[in-house]
Structure formats: C-alpha cells, structure tokens
C-alpha cells in the first residue's frame, strides 16, 4: 500500500493498529491487503491482482481468482468490520462461526470487499459483505461471528471459540 493510501486509511480508522496486524499476520501479509475504510461497523479491504492467486484457466485476459481467496477476502472484511464495534479493537477477540460464500460471477483483476455490520450483539455479529472485480460484483457473503467482549478468547465460556480471528 503506498503512504498516501495508508495513512488515510489510517486516519479514517476506528482501529490505527489494523496495519500491524496485517503485517504480522502471515496469510493477510501474504495477500497484500490494503484497507481503504475502517469504522463505524464497516470495512473495505483491497487486493491487487496477483496470478498466484490465479486458477489456471488459460483463457483470454485475467483467470479468475480462486474461490478461496474470495471466502477469505469476505471472511476478513467482516472481521476487520466486526472490530470496529469493540471499544479497543487491537484487543478484540473473535471467531468465525458461519460464513457463506455466494459467487456470482468470475472474480478477475483486483478485488475490493465492502463489508457492513449488520448486527453486533455482546456474543454475536453478523456482517453481509460484496466483493467487487474487474468484471463487476463477483461475490456476496454473510458471516457470523462469536464475540468475546470481555476480552480473554477463553474457550471454556463457549463450545469451541478460538478467539483468534
């Protein structure tokens, strides 16, 4: 992301650590997520075109983008939304519980998610989310979350949180 990009974002950003976080963590890291929006229960979350993320296809133009990608683009973007509702969002922890994926179309090119919170209760949140490609609107999703809002992720308070998404 350039500097430009990142400090508005960043300013823009009801979580200023979110950078960090994308930097420590291998897989996000490996993406090379930008976030363009953070705040007041929504995110949008970019990456750019990258071939291995390509399935091999061999047809004219971009090969779309594996499904997986697209679930995890979809998957992150609602929790980097879902943060957004906690008092300290570095310290949140939370979990995936749910999240449906349907693919509407080939994603090709670069990939931008737009994910709103649609509910953020004290143990549940539920976000609905678009990812946009070269070609037009290519997914849509819905995601449920477990949220620890005391703080500690602790396993024993539910039946299988891991508390470290």
């Known amino acids: 992301m350039n500097a ?20 420590r963590h291998g897989y996000l890291s490996w993406l090379d997520l930008e976030v363009e929006f ?24 971009y090969n779309p983008v594996h499904g997986g990608i ?8 609602s929790a980097f939304a879902l943060r957004t509702t906690f008092q300290n969002p570095g310290q949140a922890f939370l979990t995936t ?24 209760g004290g143990s549940t949140g539920v976000t609905d989310v678009t990812v946009e490609g070269a070609d037009g609107e290519a997914a849509v999703g819905r995601t449920t979350y477990r949220l620890f809002r005391d703080g500690t992720g602790d396993e024993s308070e539910t039946d299988g949180g891991d508390g470290k998404s």
């Open 4 to 23: 430009d990009a990142s400090a508005s974002a960043a300013s823009a950003s009801a979580w200023p650590e979110w950078e960090s976080f994308v930097e």
């Open 97 to 120: 519980t749910d999240l449906n994926v349907s693919y509407l179309r080939p994603a090709t090119g670069d990939l931008r998610a737009e994910a709103e919170v649609l509910r953020a």
């Open 38 to 61: 953070l705040g007041d229960g929504r995110a949008v979350l970019a990456i750019e075109r990258d071939e291995a993320f390509e399935n091999p296809i061999g047809n004219d133009g």
């Open 70 to 77: 697209v679930a995890s683009l979809i998957d992150t973007a």
